[in-house]
C-alpha cells in the first residue's frame, strides 16, 4: 500500500513539472509580445519616414512653386517692359534728333572712364610754360624786327603826305604820343629805324594778346577770344570760366596751332601784313627784293602769331606796355606783364615777365 501510493505520489508529482513549465511559456509569451510592441513602435516611425510625404508638406510645397514662379514672370515682365520702353525712346531720338554720324550709345564701363577722365581734367591739363619760354619767344622777336629794319627800310627823305595818319592813331593812344609827334619821329632819318621798329612791334604784339581786332589768332579762336567775358578778371567767376576754357581749347588745338604752320594763321597774318605795308611802304629800299621782304616780314609775323597761341593757351592773361614814352626816349618794344594769375586771380599789381626797351636820347 505504501509503495503505491508512494508510486501514485511520483506520478503526480511528474505531471506537475510540464505544468510548471507550460506557466512559465505563457509567463514568457506575453513579455515577448510585449517587448516586440515596444520593438515595432520603435521602428514605426522610421518606417513611415522612408514611406512618403504627409499632405501638408505637399500643398506647402505646390504652393511656395506657385509663388516662385509668379515672381519669376514678374521679374521677366518688367524687364521686358524696360527693354520696349528703352526701344521706344531710341527710336524718338533718331526721328527728332539730328543724325549722330552713327556713333553708338557707349557702354556703361565707357561712360565710367569717361567719367572719371572728366573728373581729373586738372590732371590732364599740361602746366603752364615756366617765364623764361615767354620771354626767349619774345627777344627772337624783338632781334628779328631789329634785323629787318636794318635790312628793308631807306632813311631818306619822305613827304608827310605819304603818310596815313589814322593807321596811327591807335599805337600814338597806346605810347602817350601825339599823332602828329609819332608822324615827325617816322619822317625824321635819324630816328626812323626805331619809329619803324615801334610800329611793327605794335602790330604784331597789340594783336597777341586780344586787345586788338583782328588778333593773330586763328580765326576759329579770333572771335570769341575778343568777345567773350572774363579777361579782366573784375568777376570771379567768369574770369575762372574764361581761365578754364583757355586752357582746355589750347591743350585740344594744340596739335593743329601748336607748332609754326605757314597755312594754320595765313589769313590773320596777312591782314597784319597788310596794315604793315599801309605805313611802311613809302620807306622800303626800291633797289631790294620785294618778295624776299615779304618773306622776312611773313616770318615775323608767323612768330608772333605762335607767340599769341602761346600766350592764349595760358590759363593766365598777359598784356603789353608801350606806355611811357616821353623825355627819357621812345619804346621801341613792350614790356609784357601778366595781370590775370594761373588761378584766374587779379594780380594787383601786375606781374613783370620782360621790361620794354627803350632807345634813350629820341625828342619828339
Keep these: 500500500m505504501s509503495s503505491s501510493s508512494g508510486t501514485s505520489a511520483l506520478q503526480s508529482t511528474s505531471p506537475g513539472i510540464p505544468s510548471s513549465t507550460t506557466a512559465s511559456s505563457s509567463t514568457q509569451e506575453p513579455q515577448s509580445s510585449t517587448a516586440s510592441t515596444t520593438q515595432g513602435s520603435q521602428h514605426t516611425p522610421?518606417?513611415?519616414?522612408?514611406?512618403?510625404?504627409?499632405?501638408?508638406?505637399?500643398?506647402?510645397?505646390?504652393?511656395?512653386?506657385?509663388?516662385?514662379?509668379?515672381?519669376?514672370?514678374?521679374?521677366?515682365?518688367?524687364?521686358?517692359?524696360?527693354?520696349?520702353k528703352k526701344r521706344q525712346a531710341a527710336a524718338y531720338y533718331q526721328q527728332h534728333l539730328p543724325h549722330n554720324g552713327g556713333v553708338p550709345e557707349p557702354e556703361k564701363g565707357a561712360m565710367a572712364a569717361t567719367t572719371a577722365a572728366s573728373g581729373n581734367v586738372?590732371?590732364?591739363?599740361?602746366?603752364?610754360?615756366?617765364?623764361?619760354?615767354?620771354?626767349?619767344?619774345?627777344?627772337?622777336?624783338?632781334?628779328?624786327?631789329?634785323?629787318?629794319?636794318?635790312?628793308?627800310?631807306?632813311?631818306d627823305a619822305v613827304p608827310a603826305?605819304?603818310?596815313?595818319?589814322?593807321?596811327?592813331?591807335?599805337?600814338?593812344?597806346?605810347?602817350g604820343l601825339s599823332t602828329s609827334a609819332?608822324?615827325?619821329?617816322i619822317l625824321n632819318p635819324s630816328t626812323r629805324a626805331e619809329a619803324i621798329r615801334l610800329f611793327i612791334a605794335w602790330v604784331a604784339m597789340s594783336r597777341c594778346t586780344g586787345e586788338r581786332h583782328p588778333t593773330l589768332l586763328p580765326d576759329e579762336l579770333s572771335r570769341l577770344a575778343v568777345t567773350?567775358?572774363?579777361?579782366?578778371?573784375?568777376?570771379?567767376?567768369?574770369?575762372?570760366?574764361?581761365?578754364?576754357?583757355?586752357?582746355?581749347?589750347?591743350?585740344?588745338?594744340?596739335?593743329r596751332y601748336g607748332k609754326q604752320d605757314p597755312n594754320a594763321q595765313s589769313q590773320s597774318v596777312a591782314e597784319a601784313i597788310a596794315e604793315l605795308d599801309s605805313v611802311l611802304a613809302p620807306f622800303v629800299k626800291g633797289n631790294l627784293d620785294g618778295d624776299q621782304r615779304r618773306r622776312?616780314?611773313?616770318?615775323?609775323?608767323?612768330?608772333?602769331?605762335?607767340?599769341?597761341?602761346?600766350?592764349?593757351?595760358?590759363p593766365g592773361s598777359f598784356s603789353f606796355d608801350f606806355s611811357g614814352m616821353g623825355q627819357q626816349g621812345l619804346v621801341v618794344f613792350p614790356g609784357l606783364f601778366q595781370v590775370i594769375g594761373d588761378q584766374a586771380q587779379m594780380l594787383s599789381p601786375p606781374r613783370l615777365l620782360l621790361e620794354k626797351e627803350v632807345v634813350a636820347g629820341i625828342g619828339y
Excluded at 609819332?182 to 619821329?185: E, R, T, Y
Excluded at 622776312?296 to 595760358?314: G, P
Design 46 to 84: 522610421s518606417s513611415g519616414g522612408g514611406g512618403g510625404v504627409s499632405g501638408g508638406a505637399v500643398a506647402g510645397t505646390a504652393i511656395g512653386c506657385l509663388i516662385a514662379g509668379a515672381a519669376i514672370a514678374c521679374i521677366v515682365l518688367f524687364l521686358l517692359f524696360r527693354r520696349q
Design 161 to 175: 603826305t605819304e603818310i596815313e595818319e589814322s593807321k596811327l592813331t591807335d599805337l600814338a593812344t597806346a605810347s
Design 122 to 155: 586738372d590732371n590732364l591739363l599740361p602746366q603752364p610754360v615756366e617765364d623764361g619760354a615767354i620771354t626767349k619767344e619774345l627777344s627772337r622777336i624783338r632781334d628779328n624786327i631789329k634785323n629787318h629794319v636794318r635790312a628793308y627800310y631807306h632813311f
Design 296 to 314: 622776312n616780314l611773313d616770318m615775323i609775323i608767323s612768330r608772333s602769331a605762335q607767340l599769341a597761341f602761346l600766350l592764349f593757351s595760358q
Design 228 to 255: 567773350i567775358a572774363g579777361k579782366n578778371g573784375k568777376n570771379a567767376a567768369q574770369s575762372a570760366l574764361f581761365s578754364r576754357w583757355k586752357a582746355i581749347t589750347g591743350a585740344l588745338l594744340q596739335p
Design 182 to 185: 609819332l608822324i615827325n619821329v
